[in-house]
């Protein structure tokens, strides 16, 4: 499975952004999804899970309430709705694909980043 993620930028503090992730060679249709960040020297950290089925979500505790994970398995996407963004929330977003859970080092596929930055 190859992912591309997209649609990383610069807003300003309280904007919002949407972020996409692509695959090709392979459906999403029955792998976990996940979003997660890495920020300038720390550890890369999940943000946001959702299940093969799409009938469960598990978000970080940083950015629950304002960041929404959805999956669109006939377009092979999956997509983070990042809204109320604050400058903390500035990283490199990475989506990755799991046959089980959304453990960092637990995720089979990896895509390339993109970057979110959050002016103040």
């Known amino acids: 499975v190859q992912l591309q993620a997209s649609g990383g930028g610069l807003v300003q503090a309280g904007g919002s952004l949407r972020l996409s992730c692509e695959a090709s060679?392979?459906?999403?249709?029955?792998?976990?999804m996940g979003w997660f960040r890495q920020a300038p020297g720390k550890e890369r950290e999940f943000v946001a899970g959702?299940?093969?089925?799409?009938?469960?979500?598990d978000y970080a505790d940083s950015v629950k309430g304002r960041f929404t994970i959805s999956r669109d398995n006939v377009k092979n996407t999956v997509y983070l709705q990042m809204n109320s963004l604050k400058p903390e929330d500035t990283a490199v977003y990475y989506c990755?694909?799991?046959?089980?859970?959304?453990?960092?080092?637990?995720?089979?596929?990896w895509g390339k980043g993109t970057l979110v930055t959050v002016s103040s």
């Open positions: 060679g392979r459906t999403l249709s029955s792998f976990n």
């Open positions: 959702i299940r093969w089925s799409g009938r469960n979500r």
């Open positions: 990755a694909a799991g046959a089980s859970g959304y453990g960092v080092g637990g995720m089979d596929f």
